[in-house]
Nanobody, 127 residues
């Protein structure tokens, strides 16, 4: 059984920064492709960022490019999302997801590609 737990959400003013962390346990972490998704009130869940096994490949949703950075530490079984220049429209519940894959450099952008999800952490950006 794989467990995924997020932390680091909170309330921040527009223009500020937050760092979300996610820890996945249960199998060999380095074989997980990891991703972050978010869901704002009244909206569908959307892709935010993803990172491959090795950490060598990343992919971002267009609205967060240049502001958010996804990274991972396979020794610590963690993946982080550094969020800078936050905007009110970034307000959402952020979810971390893990997918066991044999494709070393795969970055997965579809929610259906992930089999394990955390419960989410709230990020609120005030204007």
């Amino acid at each position: 059984q794989v467990q995924v737990v997020e932390s680091g959400g909170g309330l921040v003013q527009a223009g500020g920064s937050l760092r979300l962390s996610c820890i996945a346990s249960g199998r060999t972490f380095r074989r997980y492709a990891m991703g972050w998704f978010r869901q704002a009130p009244g909206k569908e869940r959307e892709f935010v960022a993803a990172i491959s096994w090795s950490g060598g490949n990343t992919h971002y949703e267009d609205s967060v490019k240049g502001r958010f950075t996804i990274s991972r530490d396979n020794a610590k079984n963690t993946v982080d999302l550094q969020m800078n220049s936050l905007k009110p429209e970034d307000t959402a519940i952020y979810y971390c997801a893990a997918s066991v894959t044999m494709r070393t450099e795969a970055v997965l952008v579809g929610g259906h590609e992930y089999g394990y999800w955390g419960k989410g952490t709230q990020v609120t950006v005030s204007s």
